[in-house]
T-cell receptor, first 115, second 117 residues
Framework: AQSVTQLDSHVSVSEGTPVLLRCNYS??????LFWYVQHPNKGLQLLLK??????LVKGINGFEAEFKKSETSFHLTKPSAHMSDAAEYFC?????????????FGTGTRLQVTL | GAVVSQHPSWVICKSGTSVKIECRSL??????MFWYRQFPKQSLMLMAT?????????EQGVEKDKFLINHASLTLSTLTVTSAHPEDSSFYIC?????????????FGPGTRLTVL
């Protein structure tokens, strides 16, 4: 069994300040972990993924996430927010058991960026 | 990166009609595709796993006769909403796994907004 908890449903930051979106997971396997971003009325875009290699994962648009097994966390960070970062962010876990591995989605965090 | 397209991007239909949504992997072959449904301000709900050349696997609570899935080729899966009703109005998103990615990364289409009048 696996689950994902996104600790904040809504995060608001000022442009130019750091972003922290929190995610905790549980999994019976050695999971793969993903962060996806969704802009309004759009599909999901892959930001980054962890697949048991380096624990600090760098993604697109300056985002990165650190896999901490002891804390079962996979928080998403960015040093400086941009207005275009405003969107919905989903933390996702997969058991990484093969081609039909099902993804389990968090409930999402809406990031608001203000001037 | 891997690209997945969906068509149409939005559709409006009358109650009782059927609507077909296409999902295509543009630059890779996908033996497995997934169909999700998303309600406003909510997360994605997996509806079914579409397997090329075989029957789809539906999640609990999803009516297989209501949501027909066909995966006739390695680059195309279709979802047909039969006898649509207003409660079927939703955002439908497909995804596909790129077997060349070496992981179980899924790449998502842009979604289809279905409105049933």
């Amino acid at each position: 069994a696996q689950s994902v908890t996104q600790l904040d449903s809504h995060v608001s930051v000022s442009e130019g300040t750091p972003v922290l979106l929190r995610c905790n997971y549980s999994s019976s396997y050695s999971p793969s972990l993903f962060w996806y971003v969704q802009h309004p009325n759009k599909g999901l875009q892959l930001l980054l993924k962890y697949t048991s290699a380096a624990t600090l994962v760098k993604g697109i648009n300056g985002f990165e996430a650190e896999f901490k097994k002891s804390e079962t966390s996979f928080h998403l960070t960015k040093p400086s927010a941009h207005m275009s970062d405003a969107a919905e962010y989903f933390c996702v876990v997969s058991p990484n058991t093969g081609t039909a591995s099902k993804l389990t989605f968090g409930t999402g965090t809406r990031l608001q960026v203000t001037l | 990166g891997a690209v997945v397209s969906q068509h149409p991007s939005w559709v409006i239909c009358k109650s009782g009609t059927s609507v077909k949504i296409e999902c295509r992997s543009l630059d890779f072959q996908a033996t497995t595709m997934f169909w999700y449904r998303q309600f406003p301000k909510q997360s994605l709900m997996l509806m079914a796993t579409s397997n090329e050349g075989s029957k789809a696997t539906y999640e609990q609570g999803v009516e297989k006769d209501k949501f027909l899935i066909n995966h006739a080729s390695l680059t195309l899966s279709t979802l047909t909403v039969t006898s649509a009703h207003p409660e079927d109005s939703s955002f439908y998103i497909c995804s596909a796994r790129d077997p060349n990615s070496g992981t179980d990364t899924q790449y998502f289409g842009p979604g289809t907004r279905l409105t049933v009048l």
